[in-house]
């Protein structure tokens, strides 16, 4: 005999940990070509809504391509010559400014204790040693400079910028590649994923590329707005240099909820550095506020927030993995990454996994948050939850749509035996506990609605109606949710417990002759005693109307029911007052204006 098998789940889990390890392997050492197609990739996305216009304008696909990326390529290298200079010029006077931050800094000495006393020393000592290199730079009547610069390190950074120009030159190559023959990458997508289903891969990769490509492009907007912007404000308020901050802002700011403050360190150090006072910090860092309230506030959830919808946690996490995999530009490019990939798991099967890590919207449905809550014994938070809920939705709507799946995934836990009863019966009292805060609601707003201060209700007919639960306290609770339903149209309707003998139950039902009898069964459970009811009731009273309520249970043979001697048979809140309160309408009628004959009358309507 073989030794006993891993079980095929675990099998499963350590196949997928196995290639998830191999893949971040691979992004680790192949960063060196997967860099820049991620790079080109996402150049790609970015320009595919210009050179669509183009075409649309006529132009062939090639000459859209070429006359796209030389444009923006050639502005980006424009701007980047320009901040080389810039970067330059602000290396230059850089010592100029130790002077006027070393006697702000004392000046806050007496407040320099613990940690900020250390980091005020270790200032002191790197600016001592600038100024030590200028004085002896001033008296040999040599430039500045500081040690360790030698020809190792020339020839060390030349390697890198050529490093540099050969990857910048690989990503426009490779990004207008991509441009020219989209199609045929797609097609190449398409059959990988489809298996089977060419229709519905085609329209999720359409438009999930639509999504990604308008995203990206807002994105960069955005931040080249945000630059631009704070380099005018930088400029106006006196800040050296603000094309330079402007751009590193609008760089850092694809860092989630920190970026864009990384970036303002710099020109907050500066505008220290420059002025005597403290008024062009504070209105740089005022600056830098507002105009980031702004756009997170007002303009980025009109043009994109709302709609890729990636969870907080999902792009911090993003940002630290990406920058340990790609060092700094891996940050930069963590938050496009990650929205990619979030869409792309919403609309391909085999990458859900991603959408269900990735995205902000709830991976499980309101009744099963609701019961999961119960079941850790959060009784607060679940509470809540329905909170929440009923501010959009009709209070009504709570138990079709909250409540009672709840109580049923209760039933079918219990059937299981998964269930303990000390839980069970937490469940239920916590139910009925919200329950009884809803109808107390209810009744509250229809006082203030309905009767005017100082007035009366007036008196009204009451049509009198009963309902067994076939099961548990589970069908008594959904029964004292219908009777809240059925309150508002005069009908009150008296719940029996579930321990009630079926004797008694019929006994009493032919002796009131209600309007109606209900009987309640939540699935799985109930339903031979329900059967039972059924006919026994239409056995002894034949005139009686007799109805099923099989909650959340779609597919009821209604035919069956009424061979057995139901009149109906609903599934929902929703079905059962559709049938009941015409029924209650009809008899409070007749008792109202014919009251000898109202018996009859009730028996006659359905």
Known sequence: MPANPVPTGIQRTFYNLAIMMMVIAALYWGRAVLLPLALSTLFAFILTPAVSALERHHFHRLPAVLLV????????????????????????????YTDTIKHKI??????????????IGMFNELTGSINEVNTAAKQTGTKPELPGIDFQWVTGFAGSAAELLATIALVIVLAIFILVR????????????????????????????????????????????????????????????????????AALRFIPY???WIGAVFPIILSVAIGPGWMQPLMVVSLVLVLELIVANAIEPVLYGRSMGVSEVALLVSAAFWAWLWGPVGLLLSVPMTVCVAVLGKYVPQLEFFSILLRDQPVLAL???????????????????????????????????????????????????????????????????????????????????????????????VVSALGFSAHDDADELTLHMLAELLEPSDCRLEVFSSRSLTAEVLQRACEDQPAFVVIAALPPGGLARTR????????????????????????????????????????????????????????????TDQPTEARETVSAAT
Not at 546 to 566: C, D, M, P, T, Y
Request: charge should be negative; hydrophobic fraction near 45%; aromatic fraction near 6%.
């Open 106 to 119: 004392d000046a806050l000495r007496g407040s320099g204790s613990g940690t900020i006393g250390r980091l």
């Open 532 to 591: 039972n009811l059924c006919k026994r009731l239409r056995a002894q009273c034949p005139q009686m109307k007799i109805f099923v309520i099989r909650w959340g249970h779609h597919k009821e043979n209604s035919e069956g029911w009424r061979q057995l001697g139901a009149d109906g048979v609903a599934t929902t809140l929703q079905e059962a007052g559709t049938l009941l309160i015409p029924l209650v309408q009809t008899a409070a009628h007749a008792s």
């Open 258 to 260: 920190i970026g864009v």
């Open 367 to 461: 009744p099963v948050r609701y019961y999961q809550r119960l079941l850790a014994h959060d009784e607060d938070e679940a509470g809540e939850m329905v909170e929440e809920y009923l501010r959009d939705h009709p209070w009504e709507k709570v138990f079709d749509e909250v409540l009672m799946p709840a109580l049923a995934l209760a039933r079918r836990d219990q059937e299981r035996d998964e269930l303990g009863p000390g839980e069970q019966q937490l469940i239920y009292q916590t139910t009925r506990e919200v329950l009884d805060d809803l109808v107390l609601r209810q009744e509250q707003i229809s006082k203030i609605a309905s009767v005017p201060v100082g007035e009366e209700p007036p008196q009204r007919s």
């Open 69 to 96: 990326t030389i444009l923006v390529f050639g502005i980006l290298i424009g701007l980047g010559y320009g901040l080389t200079i810039q970067m330059g010029q602000f290396a230059d006077t850089l010592p100029q």
């Open 182 to 249: 989209r199609e045929d990458l797609r097609d190449r997508v398409i059959r990988l994923f489809s298996r089977g289903h060419l229709t519905a891969t085609t329209r999720a990769l359409d438009e999930a590329a639509q999504l990604i490509s308008r995203y990206l492009s807002m994105l960069v907007l955005v931040n080249a707005s945000v630059g631009v912007v704070l380099s005018i404000g930088l400029f106006l308020i006196g800040i050296p240099f603000a094309l330079l901050w402007g751009f590193l802002v």
